[in-house]
């Protein structure tokens, strides 16, 4: 005797449902592939992660962002959107590790989640294992790595505006960013690791003067 099969595709839940006579009904999960991209600057691309993450097998629409925002905060609207459309048997894709995290209890964190819920971790094309050992270490190196660069951008940082102020008092007046305090700063904010408050803490000038500046070294 045959039986008639229906069957639907959901393109949002991933998911085949093949309806033979009731009461038979089979479900199956298919894989998706969530997309994460960051950059610390709102005047960085992310054409570029994008365009990486599509070549990696991301949907366009499947893409969640986080623009402004570094690695070392942990609270990003795009990240946590991320993280909740992804399912088990699902793929979070980042291009980096360091655009998921740029600490390594925060990395470590989001990885047991995602595990603990069925859904795998792709950094760039490669698969994440934690069952794996050398895998594992691998991660932790990443991880590391990634918290020991920003920390290092952060500490020249510092190390280059407390000599910026120094000069700035030596001449006896409140400082006024010379040509090369302004080129500073703009490299600073291009590294992406200082948020426009934090620049304008070191420099001892306004947030008004910082927005200011960087648009200057923008013509």
């Given amino acids: 005797m ?3 099969s229906l069957m639907k ?30 950059c610390s600057t709102n005047h960085q691309d992310l054409a570029a992660q994008q365009e990486a993450l599509i070549s990696l097998g991301v949907s366009p629409d499947r893409i969640y962002t986080d623009k ?3 690695g070392a905060n942990r609270q990003r609207p795009g990240l946590d959107q991320a993280l909740a459309a ?9 291009p980096k590790l360091d655009r998921l995290a740029r600490s390594v209890p925060d990395a470590r964190e989001i990885a047991d989640a995602l595990q603990t819920r069925g859904v795998k971790l792709a950094l760039g094309a490669s698969l994440y294992d934690p069952e794996d050992p050398v895998g594992k270490m691998f991660f932790n190196v990443l991880a590391t790595f990634a918290e020991f660069e920003g920390d290092l951008i952060r500490l020249r940082t ?12 030596l001449r006896g007046k409140q400082p ?11 490299r600073m904010h291009g590294c992406g690791e200082y948020s426009i408050s934090d620049l304008a803490e070191l420099f001892s000038v306004s947030r008004p003067t910082v927005y200011r500046t960087l648009a200057r070294g923008q013509k």
């Fill in 9 to 38: 595709l959901s393109h949002i839940t991933g998911t085949i449902s093949i309806s033979l006579t009731a009461p038979y009904t089979y479900t199956f999960m298919t894989e998706i592939r969530i997309g994460y991209a960051r």
């Fill in 158 to 169: 510092r190390e280059g505006m407390a000599i910026a102020r120094a000069k700035g008092k």
């Fill in 2 to 4: 045959c039986h008639k």
């Fill in 176 to 186: 006024k960013l010379s040509d090369k305090q302004q080129k500073e700063l703009c």
């Fill in 86 to 94: 992804v399912r088990r048997g699902d793929t979070l894709v980042v």
């Fill in 68 to 70: 402004g925002l570094t």
